[in-house]
């Protein structure tokens, strides 16, 4: 069963930076692609950030580009969020997600629970 | 970017009757190539993750019950549930992975009348 673990989410001052966790379980994390999406408190999903299974490729929303970097330790079953220049708009609880391809497709098939990210000003 | 647009944003339904949710995309998530729509249809329960209900517009995941099903092709999809569950109390997103960035709909509220 593909389990999902976030940690390191918590309250971040405007222009600070976190790094989130993901540990991953259950299936062979590095045959395949991985995502964040993030959901504001009471709002939408928003697709963050995916690196393919290698690490090699990564692709971001527009939002957090050049801000926020997305990787991958496969030796760890691990997936990574690194969040510089945080700010207000970006508190959110934050998922990571399993691809259903090596690639970055989208077809988000498992989630975590999610690790709340809060930004003050 | 496609904009994924779904309505209504909220729809009250008594137990047993028909839900029906629509997702309207503003360009075309069918790939030639391999004629597949690229949509998938989620729920989300109160204080959980979204789970995958559907993929490629119509095709169920593994568990999930037969009276969650999908319909549509283009730009154009529906989620139909055929007769509401007390269970099925949640809020419903349509999401496009044809492109990067990859959207969501704003989400339906589904409640029980």
């Given at each position: 069963?593909v389990?999902?673990?976030?940690?390191?989410?918590?309250?971040?001052?405007?222009?600070?930076?976190?790094?989130?966790?993901?540990?991953a379980?259950?299936f062979s994390f590095s045959t395949y692609a991985m995502n964040?999406?993030?959901?504001?408190?009471?709002?939408?999903?928003?697709?963050?950030?995916g690196v393919v299974g290698s690490g090699t490729t990564v692709q971001?929303?527009?939002?957090?580009?050049?801000?926020?970097?997305?990787?991958r330790?496969n030796?760890?079953n691990?997936l990574?969020?690194?969040?510089?220049?945080?700010?207000?708009?970006?508190?959110?609880?934050?998922?990571?997600a399993k691809d259903h391809y090596d690639y970055v497709r989208g077809w988000f098939d498992s989630?975590?629970?999610?690790?709340?990210?809060?930004?003050?000003? | 970017?496609?904009?994924?647009?779904?309505?209504?944003?909220?729809?009250?339904?008594?137990?047993?009757?028909?839900?029906?949710?629509?997702?309207?995309?503003?360009?075309?998530?069918?790939?030639?190539?391999?004629?597949?729509?690229?949509?998938?249809?989620?729920?989300?329960?109160?204080?959980?993750?979204?789970?995958?209900?559907?993929?490629?517009?119509?095709?169920?995941?593994?568990?999930?019950?037969?009276?969650?099903?999908?319909?549509?092709?283009?730009?154009?999809?529906?989620?139909?549930?055929?007769?509401?569950?007390?269970?099925?109390?949640?809020?419903?997103?349509?999401?496009?992975y044809?492109?990067?960035?990859?959207?969501?709909?704003?989400?339906?509220?589904?409640?029980?009348?």
């Amino acid at each position: 069963e593909v389990h999902l673990l976030e940690s390191g989410g918590g309250l971040a001052q405007r222009g600070g930076s976190l790094r989130l966790s993901c540990a991953a379980s259950g299936f062979s994390f590095s045959t395949y692609a991985m995502n964040w999406v993030r959901q504001a408190p009471g709002k939408g999903l928003e697709w963050v950030s995916g690196v393919v299974g290698s690490g090699t490729t990564v692709q971001y929303a527009a939002s957090v580009r050049d801000r926020f970097t997305i990787s991958r330790d496969n030796s760890k079953n691990t997936l990574y969020l690194q969040m510089n220049s945080l700010t207000v708009e970006d508190t959110a609880v934050y998922y990571c997600a399993k691809d259903h391809y090596d690639y970055v497709r989208g077809w988000f098939d498992s989630w975590g629970q999610g690790t709340l990210v809060t930004v003050s000003s | 970017d496609i904009v994924v647009t779904q309505s209504p944003d909220s729809l009250a339904v008594s137990l047993g009757e028909r839900a029906t949710i629509n997702c309207k995309s503003t360009q075309s998530v069918l790939y030639s190539s391999d004629n597949k729509n690229y949509l998938a249809w989620f729920q989300q329960k109160p204080g959980q993750p979204p789970k995958l209900l559907i993929s490629w517009a119509s095709i169920r995941e593994s568990g999930v019950p037969d009276r969650f099903s999908g319909s549509g092709s283009g730009t154009d999809f529906t989620l139909t549930i055929s007769s509401l569950q007390a269970e099925d109390l949640a809020v419903y997103y349509c999401q496009q992975y044809y492109s990067v960035p990859f959207t969501f709909g704003q989400g339906t509220k589904l409640e029980i009348k």
